[in-house]
């Protein structure tokens, strides 16, 4: 059972194991193991096979968690001691807090959407973007804007029902919007938004900061969870929706994995 900790409470040893994780498997297949769940993700942005998987619908939270729990599996090849950091944001709100410092994820891009240049990631030497909406081969960031308050994600954790009609971004009630971020307050996107560079675009999991905001996500529908009830039925729709991924349709592509398989993240790891 693994524990997730927060970025900021990780020693020295624990924030080199993770990088050189995610650059050994970055290092494998010539690129290909780390670039698939780029690509994977630039995919399921899209409608597939007549379903909203990953992006505004009732799924956001279930895909995204399967899709962490594969990626730290594929770090768990290499170093089966790692587990996902998340970022919280509601704390760690500068440029150059955590997770930002040179021994982990690096700094900003140089002058507006450059290329960052400190840390372990900087430079296409060091980090090649393959697979990308963008030409630049190396990994940028443009930092700023405003992020999330713990006010606002009070206000979400507060909101009882997991989703509503019609199960998008137009959904006006609900925890799961409010939460991916396409009605206020807006969390999941405006964090996307003030990383900038890469994180703003479709193929954001080419910044490894990507799995700290989405781990710190999954850990903030966990508290939901823990507050609302972990138990099937709080997830909506339950059946009998075309479009989206009801309870027990499978969460493509994670072959035989549905949302009730992974609502109770407990056995398999939780958060400090
Ligand atoms: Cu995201």
Redo the contacts with the bound molecule.
Sequence with gaps: MGTRKNARDLTATEKTAFVAAVKALKAQAGGRNYDWFVSTHMQYFAVVNSHRYAHQSPSFLPW?RQYLIEFENALKVHNPAVDLPYWDWTVDRTTTSAPWTSDFLGGNGSGGNGPVTTGPFAGSANWRINVSSSTSTSLRRAMGGTLPSAANVSTVLGVSTYDASPWNSSSGSGMRNRMEGWVSPNI??S??VWVGGHMALQD?PNDPV?WL??AN?DRLWSQWQTRWGYDSTRYLPGSGTSGVVDLNEVLQPFTGVRPADVLDHRPRYTYA
């Design positions: 995204h999941h996107n964090v996307h954001s990507f905001h989405h996500i």
